[in-house]
């Protein structure tokens, strides 16, 4: 078992090594440049190219790319161009509200979708599960930036239920009050997520239920309740488990367009902020994260597979 | 007026806009509820919308809309432009020599930081030198170099500074207007003050002090009891980060934001909830269509003399900004607040038959032109559909070209860009004329239309040395007149900034609205009982 | 595809309703964007005095904020919405399914190579790749095609792999090797034409993501330039009216809406009519 994580990580690291390559270089050779928008109208062609100097910007890219490889394998992610804070600690700061939002989310949506796929599994064809169906069909098929809209109209403005913008009512500084914040923003990611969720984890469950030790366990006289949870439960949690690996990576980058809509201050509001403004140190230290987060997680997943299915890790 | 605000994007904009402040307060008109009625409470606090975090706090380095607002509050100028009229903070006089090559700037008796330490002459001195030293890359050095001379900075005594410049400069009032002094004390000694750890807890001298930044969130400062003139009347100010404008605008209705710059589309919307005053007041801010003369067919005087004449400048306004209660229409490249403006100038007047007679003379016909602008900017857009239309009319075809601000910004920056015939701009310059040289010299980085002329370039360069006022006025008259006839650029409109605030706030005649930075002093605005 | 196939694609259409309510609804957008010109308004003529006019018998989806015809624009919009789903979605189709079966087909080093160069495009957020892509091209409808199609076909390509591994063991593919046929002949003549069910489920279901990908990118601004628009374009300008124009928001939210579903309720309809044994009744 060691060895085989031992041996995954390995291998993850020419893929970071190539997905930096990309990425940088992705960033770098765009049109556009950072430094525009630090010149003002009576800066002359030496004050604008001392600046870029500052910025490091001057050097051939493949040498900007090395300094920046060594400098983040030995801790140092640079600063960002925009204001010049080190990148690391423009992402802790941002990491506890998409890691709080994100994985309240994943929580919360599988927590509704297990027992929802498997109640419409259960009731295959019939008038429940044709209405879950169609609002799952909805849910991958709405506009998220246009139902956040819609919530914060209905709830914030019309309602006054809720708060519309941001993690905080400014002066109030409880946990509760976050919660009251995260319940607009986590409403649309659970909504998509529980939606997408729902088709996997019913298919699977139906597909169990078609399995032989059902049958038998209906033939010894066990309801459908006690069917689903003491035996079909186990093995749903395959697709549980894939969700999981492949929703790792969000958890970090966070949720762009939802963290906008909602002001939310994660990483996903970083990151647009700082891909405008070709802010390459803090897009870098981004996609390392996530892609880190990514192996991180399909290892987990397939760690996970052979706890759950030994069958499964014979296959590797 | 070392700031400038070349608004390459509109204020509701994920990127960053290169922004400078110029020191002038601009009578606001506003809506008949706000003048101040109710009582003062003491405390409280104000939540003021900014679009996105603010970058370094530090005024050396500040250049864009939201770190300047910021600023605003958390230090103080020398001294600023009301009006055109100078308004002491700081400083309690700035006399010049009889030369104009020596200025003497006197402080106030008794003025400290927010951490106590005494407001010196050490501190302005030690600025102005980080300001001009190289290795702090500082976007305002170039302000105080004269013909390439940096000027000289000596302490006097304990409250008075010495300013010598190697020549004498009508706009060096202006530009030191725009300067704020840092403590000395804190910075001292750091290497690099832009990445010094020290910004993220700033030492200031305005009416209020830093008291939290959560990234993303908001910035909270808190009332300054021994800010010169008078304790403040709120509690904490906080700046919070709203991204989205329609969600913002939201969070305005709900009371979650009580103060935002807003659109002239969402005035109406607005006001009619009846939970606002509305501050409107000129930015001094002209938006224009510039002509981009390296180009062969603009570079013919009646092509952009006809596609001036078939644009009509009132419709325009309304269809942009509603009504001209929150756009005047402009002609002279000059704001109405910048010195010597005049409107003594050739408008075109919408005329389609002359605009068609001049294409003729021109002898084109079947004319394409590629209109630019940032993409995020509603104003930009609501014009350039406009501006497609109405040349339509007089058989012009015009290609809407949306860039992003980056892509805008390096095509604009080009000077032999061929890459679109026509584009929108906006910029606020202030109120020294001096300061729009940079916009219209025939070398000049910023000089969008590309219109080269030795003997207008001779004009810009005799105004700035001329220290007779008639006849500095005379020469930036014929300036303006120059652009006018020559139609380099269509001026559309001096806009207004319209700042919606929550009723239950008073003072905010008091608190002077001021371009770019909402209100020049927000230790006058209280919550009314 | 077969005869029996289709069969059972006709079997599972009738059986599902919401399956032919699908296919209708599709139908008539399709035909309405394409006969749009026979509007009466000029989609793109601003009309000041007739600002934001809630719908009327003059104007059946009312105007604008610029005074223009909304139901002109959302037909022409729909024009937009749906070339850009079906461009990108022949592009991402396309690329996928050829690196698919190239790598599955050759295996070895080759399958090593393209599938990590899918591993590396995956895992780069997809915001990230849209937003600097979107800053290399000219912006416009075709640029928006490209970068969505380019984002798309990778996990077409996994599926097409996986498929293609499959497939070449069965017997006639086998046969067609042994009996000397070309590389390529066996791929366009045997591999690909049985993959064909699985294909035209990943592209319907492509249709959908992209029209729901462009819709995002008119969010941040990236998308259709003006005066055309997309109903991405249209549905985020209206979010500023949501107060006091709130069907402006409501006419581009429901068509995007009744389109992506459809087109994913088709795919998977197709997908359960395709498939040898699970989940049919």
């Known amino acids: 078992m060691h060895k085989y994580i031992l041996r995954r990580i390995l291998q993850a690291i020419p893929l970071l090594i190539v997905i930096s390559i990309v990425s940088f270089a992705l960033i770098k050779l765009a049109p556009g440049d950072p430094v525009s928008s630090f010149v003002t109208p009576d800066m002359s062609p030496e004050d604008v190219e001392r600046i870029r100097q500052n910025m490091g910007l001057d050097q051939p890219i493949y040498v900007q790319y090395w300094h920046w490889l060594v400098n983040m394998l030995s801790g140092d992610w640079g600063y960002s161009l925009v204001n010049h804070r080190p990148v690391l600690t423009l992402i802790m700061e941002r990491l506890p509200a998409t890691i709080g939002l994100m994985g309240s989310a994943l929580f919360l949506s599988l927590l509704i979708s297990v027992p929802l796929s498997m109640y419409a599994a259960a009731r295959k064809n019939k008038a429940a599960d044709k209405v879950l169906s169609l609002i799952s069909y909805i849910g991958i098929s709405i506009p998220s930036f246009w139902f956040g809209i819609m919530l914060i109209y209905l709830f914030a403005v019309k309602l006054q239920w809720l708060p519309s913008m941001g993690m905080r009512t400014i002066g109030v500084n409880s946990f509760l009050d976050v919660v009251k914040h995260g319940i607009l923003p986590c409403t649309v990611l659970v909504f998509m997520n529980v939606s997408v969720y729902m088709r996997y984890i019913r298919s699977q469950t139906i597909s169990q239920l078609e399995e032989d030790y059902v049958q038998i366990q209906y033939a010894y006289g066990s309801t459908t309740g006690t069917v689903l949870v003491r035996h079909v439960l186990k093995n749903t949690l395959l697709p549980v488990i894939t969700i999981f690996g492949m929703s790792f990576p969000e958890l970090i980058a966070g949720a762009f367009i939802t963290e906008s809509v909602f002001s939310w201050p994660g990483m996903g509001a970083l990151g647009i902020t700082s891909v405008f403004a070709l802010d390459y140190p803090v897009i870098m230290g981004i996609t390392m994260i996530s892609s880190v987060m990514l192996v991180i997680g399909n290892l987990l997943a397939d760690i996970l597979y052979g706890i759950v299915d030994p069958r499964i890790k014979t296959m590797k | 007026m070392k700031k400038k605000l070349l608004s390459l994007t509109a204020l509701l904009t994920l990127v960053t806009v290169i922004v400078t402040a110029c020191g002038g307060s601009a009578p606001a008109s506003n809506s008949p509820t706000a003048t101040t009625t109710g009582q003062a409470q003491a405390g409280g606090q104000l939540i003021v919308a900014v679009q996105e975090d603010p970058r370094v706090l530090n005024p050396v380095y500040a250049g864009d809309r939201v770190t300047l607002t910021i600023n605003q509050s958390l230090f103080s100028h020398l001294y600023t432009y009301n009006n055109g009229e100078k308004k002491f903070v700081l400083a309690e006089s700035l006399t010049p020599s009889a030369d104009n090559l020596t200025y003497t700037l006197k402080l106030r008796k008794g003025l400290t930081w927010h951490d106590g330490k005494p407001i010196t002459a050490d501190d302005v001195v030690f600025t102005m030198e980080s300001v001009l030293d190289e290795k702090q890359h500082s976007s305002d050095r170039a302000n105080f170099i004269f013909n390439g001379t940096p000027l000289q900075v000596k302490k006097v005594d304990e409250l008075t500074v010495e300013f010598k410049l190697p020549q004498a400069s009508a706009a060096f009032e202006g530009v030191l207007a725009g300067f704020i002094p840092i403590p000395k004390h804190v910075f001292e000694g750091e290497a690099d003050l832009e990445k010094s750890k020290k910004n993220e807890k700033p030492i200031g001298s305005g009416p209020f002090k830093f008291k939290e930044y959560r990234a993303g969130e908001y910035v909270t400062l808190e009332r300054f009891d021994n800010y010169f003139a008078g304790k403040p009347k709120l509690d904490t100010v906080t700046y919070r980060i709203a991204k989205d404008p329609n969600a913002a605008n939201m969070a305005l209705q709900n009371g979650e934001l009580q103060m935002r710059k807003i659109d002239a589309v969402d005035h109406n919307k607005l006001n009619s909830t009846n939970r606002f005053n509305m501050v409107t007041y000129p930015e001094g801010r002209l938006n224009y269509l510039a002509f981009n003369l390296n180009v062969d067919v603009l570079k013919k005087k009646e092509v952009r003399q006809a596609i001036a004449y078939a644009l009509d400048r009132k419709e325009l306004i309304t269809a942009t900004y509603l009504s001209e209660e929150f756009a005047k229409p402009a002609a002279s490249i000059f704001t109405p607040d910048t010195m010597y403006h005049t409107s003594e100038v050739e408008t075109y007047e919408h005329n389609v038959d002359r605009a068609k007679e001049l294409l003729t003379q021109a002898g084109v016909s079947n004319l394409k032109l590629r209109l630019a602008y940032v993409n995020t900017n509603k104003a930009h857009e609501t014009q350039a559909l406009y501006v497609q239309q109405k040349l339509g009319e007089i058989g012009i075809t015009v290609e809407l070209m949306a860039l992003d601000s980056g892509a805008f910004g390096n095509m604009s920056l080009d000077m032999n860009n061929t890459a679109y015939d026509l584009s929108f701009g906006g910029y606020i310059m202030g109120h020294e004329p001096d300061g729009y040289k940079s916009l219209y010299l025939s070398d000049a980085a910023y000089n969008y239309s590309h219109y080269k002329n030795p003997e207008f370039d001779a004009l810009w360069n005799q105004a700035a040395v001329e220290m007779d006022p008639a006849k500095r006025g005379e020469l930036y008259k014929q300036i303006q007149q120059t652009v006018a006839n020559e139609m380099t650029i269509y001026p559309i409109a001096y806009d207004n900034a319209i700042i919606a605030v929550d009723k239950k706030f008073g003072g905010l005649q008091e608190a002077g609205p001021k371009p770019v930075v909402m209100f020049e002093d927000l230790s006058k605005v209280f919550i009314q009982q | ?281």
């Open chain 3, 1 to 281: 595809m077969n005869a029996l196939k289709l069969r059972q694609v006709v079997a599972q259409f009738k059986h599902q309703k919401l399956a032919i309510a699908a296919l209708v609804v599709l139908l008539v957008f399709t035909l309405a964007s394409i006969f749009a010109f026979l509007s009466p308004y000029d989609p793109n003529k601003l009309v000041v005095t007739e600002r934001l006019q809630s719908p009327s018998a003059t104007h059946w989806f009312g105007t604008d904020d610029h005074g223009r015809d909304y139901l002109s624009r959302a037909l022409y919009g729909g024009r937009v919405s749906l070339s850009v789903g079906f461009l990108s979605m022949i592009i991402a189709v396309g690329i996928g399914t050829t690196v698919g079966t190239i790598s599955g087909y050759f295996g070895g080093w080759v399958d090593n190579v393209l599938m990590r160069m899918v591993d590396v495009l995956m895992s780069i957020p997809s915001f990230f790749l849209m937003l600097i892509l979107n800053a290399y091209l000219k912006p416009g409808i075709t640029t928006i095609i490209v970068i969505i199609g380019m984002l798309s076909w990778m996990n077409i390509a996994r599926i097409v792999r996986a498929e293609t591994l499959s497939v070449k063991e069965r017997e006639y593919v086998l046969y067609a090797r042994v009996s000397g046929q070309s590389t390529f002949n066996i791929i366009v003549k045997h591999i690909v034409p049985s993959m064909m069910p699985t294909i035209i489920v990943a592209a319907t279901i492509s249709i959908a993501s992209s029209i729901m990908m462009e819709s995002s990118l008119s969010f941040l601004g990236l998308g259709i330039q003006p005066p055309n628009s997309s109903w991405g374009s249209m549905l985020n300008s209206a979010q500023g009216y949501i107060g006091d124009a709130p069907y402006m928001a409501l006419f581009p939210g429901f068509l995007i809406l009744l389109t992506v579903l459809s087109f994913n309720f088709l795919g998977d309809v197709l997908r359960t009519a395709f498939e040898p044994k699970a989940n049919r009744k």
